[in-house]
C-alpha cells in the first residue's frame, strides 16, 4: 500500500494537537519519520513548553535496528523546523546531522527567528524540502501562535452566557451570587476555552460583583493567566484572583482595549478569553478587535431586567444546541 504526503502530514497534526493545553506560547508541532518504503519509523510531538521539540522527540522514538535508515528517510513536520538557539537547539542542525534525504512541511514558521531560515538551512545542506502540504489545517491548529506573530497581538475570544431575555446579570447583584446561566455540559466547554488560551480576562466591575477563581477546574491543562483591567485601583484586597496563589495580572492606569492589547502581546501572550462584564464586552465589540464570539444562551431563565447583554447580529452564527441551551459562534474571516 503506497502512502501520500498529505496522509503523512494528517498523522503530524493528529500529533500536534496532542500538546494543545501544555506547549503555549509555542505553537503545537508533530513530526513523522517515514522510510524509503512507506513505514513510519519515528514519530514525536511538542509535548510542554520549554521541552523537547518535535523533531527531538520523533528521533528519539527511532529504534537503533533502524537507524541506517534514515539517509533515505522523509521526515514530515506540520511546521518549519526552527533554526535559532532558543529553549532547545535549533531542530534544522538535527535533521541535517540525521543526514535525512528530505523534508516535508506544512507551513512555515512566522517566528522572524526563524521565516525561511529553517528551510534556507535545510536546502543548503543539500536536503530536498517541499512545503505548503495541507498549510490551510496546519494554519488553523496554531491560528493564535500565528495571530501573535503575523498581526501582533493576542487572538482574541469574547464569551458570554445571558438569559432568554438578553441579560447577562441581575441588578444590584450581591458580591459571589450569580444567577447561573450554563449547564453541567456547557460549563465544560468554559472550561475547555479557558484550557486552550493562555489568559483569561474581566473588567475589576466582574471581580466586586462576582468574586471568581477564573481557573480550569473542570477540563485538562494548565489554568490561564488571570488579567483583571482595573483604571483606578478598585480591586478588592481579598479578591479570589489576589490571594488563591495562582497567577494575576492587573491593568491599571491606561485600560483601553487597544492599549491592552499591545500590552498583552509585549508580553509574549498568543491568546486571551474575554469573559467580562457588559462594559469590557461592548469596549472590545466596539473596537472591532478581536477574533471570535461566543455566545451561550439558556431559554428557561428569564430576568426581566438587569444588566443587558451586548447587542450583536447573530445573522451569520453558527448554531448548536447542548443540554438544553444555545450555543451561537462566529469567526471572523
Known amino acids: 500500500m503506497s502512502y501520500s504526503d498529505e496522509q ?24 513523522v519519520i517515514v522510510s524509503a518504503d512507506g513505514r513510519i519509523i519515528g514519530e514525536g510531538w511538542h ?28 521526515i514530515y513536520v506540520s511546521l518549519e523546523p526552527c533554526s535559532h538557539f532558543g529553549k532547545t537547539p535549533p531542530c ?93 455540559q456547557t460549563k465544560l466547554l468554559v472550561h475547555k476555552m479557558r484550557a486552550e488560551n493562555m489568559a483569561i480576562l474581566v473588567g475589576v466591575n466582574t471581580i466586586i460583583s462576582d468574586n471568581p477563581r477564573l481557573l480550569t477546574t473542570h477540563w485538562q491543562g494548565r489554568n490561564p493567566l488571570r488579567i483583571v483591567l482595573d483604571s483606578h485601583n478598585r480591586i478588592p484586597k481579598d479578591a479570589i484572583v489576589l490571594t488563591d496563589g495562582n497567577p494575576t495580572w492587573v491593568i491599571t492606569g491606561d485600560t483601553k482595549w487597544e492599549s491592552a492589547v499591545k500590552q498583552m502581546a509585549e508580553r509574549n501572550i498568543h491568546s486571551v478569553l474575554v469573559e467580562g462584564g457588559a462594559k469590557v464586552l461592548q469596549s472590545v465589540l466596539q473596537s472591532g478587535i478581536y477574533d471570535e464570539l461566543h455566545i451561550e444562551i439558556n431559554p428557561k431563565v428569564y430576568l426581566k431586567e438587569g444588566i443587558k447583554a451586548p447587542a450583536v447580529d447573530t445573522l451569520n452564527f453558527d448554531f448548536e444546541e447542548l443540554d438544553g441551551n444555545k450555543l451561537l459562534k462566529f469567526t471572523k474571516i
Open 8 to 31: 503523512f502530514m494528517q498523522r503530524c497534526l493528529q500529533l500536534a494537537a496532542l500538546g494543545e493545553y501544555y506547549v503555549a506560547p509555542n505553537p503545537m508541532v508533530g513530526a
Open 47 to 74: 509535548r510542554r513548553y520549554g521541552g523537547p521539540h518535535a523533531e527531538v522527540n520523533a528521533f528519539a522514538s527511532v529504534k537503533p535496528k533502524d537507524e541506517p535508515l534514515l539517509s533515505e528517510t522523509t
Open 92 to 184: 534544522a542542525d538535527l535533521i541535517v546531522r540525521k543526514g535525512v534525504k528530505r523534508v516535508v512541511i506544512a507551513c512555515l514558521d512566522p517566528n522572524p527567528l526563524v521565516a525561511g531560515n529553517g528551510v534556507r538551512k535545510l536546502r543548503e545542506a543539500g536536503i530536498e524540502v517541499e512545503s505548503g502540504i495541507m498549510e490551510n489545517e496546519a494554519r488553523q491548529l496554531n491560528k493564535r501562535f500565528f495571530c501573535l506573530h503575523e498581526k501582533h497581538r493576542p487572538y482574541i475570544i469574547l464569551k458570554w452566557a445571558q438569559s432568554a431575555d438578553g441579560f447577562i446579570a441581575p441588578l444590584n447583584q450581591q458580591r459571589g451570587e450569580r444567577v447561573v446561566f450554563s449547564t453541567p
